[in-house]
């Protein structure tokens, strides 16, 4: 797993992305004050205790790829692609190939520190075989695959499997879950992770 600030260059999202300048924070010790759990686990021994200990009582196996998508693929990965959130945590454990997740450094554009910046600037985390992510509902962040353009990712639930991503806009940022993640950000209570 590699963790570090996005370069914003306009080229190919599957590209590494990684930015050359130096940056304090380190992206790397901003994960868990978003409340993201980042661990490598060479075995389902422990992802499966992991499972336990966070109540995640079901699964599934999602392949992205262009043999296991056909003429979707693109469009799959373009929308995959798209700033959004979850109102439940988001749970990959990466089985085969490479991805990316870029999450936001921050709280909310506009607010205290923002930056063309900081509040808003986004991390990169590269995942391989082994490596376990955990998102909190309300957290904006996109993903893509790497220019090998397969990964094959194993999807925790608490509850029944489902994936309904919530394109980032004004109405989206007045969801409920999405507030009350802006609102543990805020006051540091941000948990879970």
Do not use: C
Request: net charge negative.
């Amino acid at each position: 797993m590699k963790i570090y600030y996005h370069d914003l260059l306009p080229s190919d999202p599957r590209l590494p992305h990684s930015s050359s300048s130096p940056s304090s924070p380190s992206p790397s010790t901003l994960l868990p004050t978003l409340g993201i759990h980042t661990s490598h686990h060479p075995t389902l021994t422990t992802v499966n205790t992991l499972a336990t200990s966070r109540g995640y009582k079901n699964r599934d196996t999602i392949t992205v790829s262009p043999a296991s998508m056909g003429a979707a693929y693109e469009s799959k990965i373009a929308q995959f692609f798209e700033e959004h959130m979850h109102e439940d945590e988001e749970i990959r454990y990466v089985v085969e190939g490479a991805g990316y997740f870029d999450v936001r450094s921050g709280g909310e554009a506009g607010g205290e520190g923002d930056v063309e910046g900081e509040k808003e600037r986004w991390i990169r985390v590269r995942m391989e075989a082994g490596d376990l992510i955990v998102l909190p509902a309300g957290i904006y962040h996109r993903f893509t695959v790497d220019e090998n353009n397969y990964i094959k990712a194993m999807r925790l639930f608490k509850d029944e499997p489902k994936w309904t991503p919530l394109n980032r806009g004004p109405e989206v940022d007045e969801n409920p879950v999405r507030k009350e993640y802006v609102q543990a950000l805020q006051t540091q209570t941000v948990g879970g992770a």
